[in-house]
């Protein structure tokens, strides 16, 4: 079974700073997703940003970038110029490509606190 | 468009009393998930619908839970009778294949957060 690790439970950036949150993950497979969701106070995950494996290039959007190193099975997420709208838990998720058993397997979660 | 919604917001209940849940999906969303959240962790999947068949249910504590898609539009999860341990946040999510693509964004609820005392 995949397992999804996030080592940091609490991380702290000032406003407009950058702060890097780290996923590593176990898996015997080639070919699956990986996701960073965020999730407000008001419960409702939003997806952030998504990665293929297959794909060298790192995904970015907008402030949101991932450092993607498939045989580390690293996978971290880095927000730039933080905002305060940005304080939320930060959950890691791995998703297999194959058809059978590809739920979505998320980590423990990381809290951003954002200081002004 | 609308989003996913869910009720109720907040339920209190004793241990061995029973509990409901509601959620409406997207219009349109083919593929339904319902997700525990316990304090601390992350979602872990208890039951996944396409349409009004289910698709993975290998997670869901079959003896307490239960959960059906009336019509492949609403779902409701229920448990009966509810311990102490069930206490966490249920999320609802949709996505809109029949067919699901590995790599398709989830659309969350805002979860029911279910205190059992």
């Known amino acids: 079974a995949q397992t999804v690790t996030q080592s940091q439970p609490e991380m702290s950036v000032q406003e407009a700073e950058t702060v890097t949150l780290s996923c590593t993950y176990d898996t015997s497979e080639s070919d699956y997703y990986l996701f960073w969701y965020k999730q407000p106070p008001s419960r409702q995950m939003i997806l952030v940003i998504r990665?293929?494996?297959?794909?060298?290039q790192n995904a970015t959007e907008n402030r949101f970038s991932v450092n993607f190193q498939k045989a580390a099975k690293s996978f971290s997420l880095k927000i730039s110029d933080s905002q305060l709208g940005d304080a939320a838990m930060y959950f890691c998720?791995?998703?297999?490509?194959?058809?059978?058993?590809?739920?979505?397997?998320f980590g423990g979660g990381t809290r951003v606190l954002v200081k002004p | 468009e609308a989003g996913v919604a869910q009720s109720p917001r907040y339920k209190i209940i004793e241990k061995r009393q029973s509990v409901a849940f509601w959620c409406n999906p997207i219009?349109?969303?083919?593929?339904l998930y319902w997700y525990q959240q316990i304090l601390g962790q992350g979602p872990k999947l208890l039951i996944q619908?396409?349409?009004?068949?289910?698709?993975?249910d290998s997670q869901l504590p079959k003896d307490r839970f239960s959960a059906e898609r009336l019509k492949g539009v609403d779902s409701t999860l229920k448990i009966q009778p509810a311990k102490l341990e069930d206490s966490a946040v249920y999320l609802c999510?949709?996505?809109?294949?029949?067919?699901?693509?590995?790599?398709?964004?989830?659309?969350f609820g805002s979860g029911t957060q279910l205190s059992v005392l």
């Open positions: 990665q293929e494996a297959y794909k060298q």
């Open positions: 219009s349109g969303h083919a593929t």
């Open positions: 619908f396409q349409n009004n068949g289910v698709v993975d």
């Open positions: 998720a791995y998703r297999s490509a194959k058809a059978a058993g590809n739920k979505l397997t």
């Open positions: 999510a949709s996505s809109p294949r029949h067919r699901v693509r590995a790599n398709e964004k989830l659309f």
